[in-house]
């Protein structure tokens, strides 16, 4: 099973929030929202397979959305949550769109921060090459140009340095494992916005230069809410922590 980490709430809710970190991260990028949600859920932290303390290997259990997303669900059944809010950052937004789409029962809310969606050609092909040759190439130096690609302004060095730090429980092989999800996922964008997800909130930076622009599209197309943090990059709730925290403050109504 998956590794989890449970915050019990302060107000003796039986509620949920469960939170999905990115690539290479762990549940430490939610340091900074955790005791704040415990003002009105119990929070449960999962660890994707191949990040963190996780026993589970992507390149093992096999890389497809469904099987990542299975593993989740058993995490659920086994905590017995049947319907929860869901926030998830970067990679693991990915997720929680597939059970949107395939298991939606599960879902009460998704707030989506940092969120991908459909990308351009170039990134495309980079990944397509990275599936192919991943395994082959020195991963310490990969994840610190990912790192500077994806979070390349000065309000997000704490957010490189977390990446960085976080992304050393990761190898060249669960790398080229994670690619073949990226690819997937580019794909599944496709039939994703082919349906309305109006309960469903965005949260990015005006600086993610990757991902704005798929993001504004995605979520225009879904008729859902889109929220952008000025003066922030990709992973918004460490780049800006206070504001994040007041905007999902109110769109959770958190006292």
């Not at 769109?97 to 989506?112: F, G, P, V």
Request: charged share 20%; with cysteine.
């Amino acid at each position: 099973m998956l590794h989890y980490e449970v915050f019990e709430s302060v107000c003796g809710t039986d509620g949920y929030i469960v939170l999905l970190h990115g690539f290479g991260g762990n549940n430490r990028v939610w340091k900074n929202q955790i005791p704040l949600l415990q003002k009105k859920f119990n929070v449960l932290a999962i660890t994707l397979p191949s990040h963190g303390d996780s026993e589970l290997k992507l390149s093992e259990v096999g890389n497809t959305m469904d099987i990542v997303v299975s593993n989740i669900i058993q995490v659920l059944d086994e905590m017995g949550i049947q319907s929860a809010v869901f926030m998830g950052v970067s990679l693991g937004t990915i997720f929680i769109k597939y059970m949107e789409m395939r298991y939606e029962s599960y879902i009460d809310k998704a707030i989506l921060v940092g969120a991908l969606g459909a990308v351009g050609k170039p990134l495309r092909r980079a990944v397509n090459v990275f599936a192919r040759i991943g395994d082959k190439l020195p991963f310490p130096i990969v994840y610190r140009i990912m790192a500077k690609l994806f979070m390349p302004w000065k309000v997000s060095r704490t957010s490189r340095k977390v990446f960085c730090k976080c992304a050393k429980a990761l190898n060249s092989v669960e790398f080229k494992a994670y690619m073949n999800i990226f690819i997937e996922h580019f794909s599944f964008c496709d039939e994703f916005v082919s349906v309305s997800h109006e309960e469903n909130i965005y949260i990015s930076g005006r600086g993610d230069l990757c991902f704005i622009n798929g993001i504004v599209e995605e979520s225009d197309l879904t008729d859902a809410t889109l929220i952008i943090i000025e003066h922030c990059g990709h992973v918004c709730n460490i780049d800006q922590g206070r504001q994040f925290n007041e905007i999902i403050s109110e769109v959770l109504s958190i006292e």
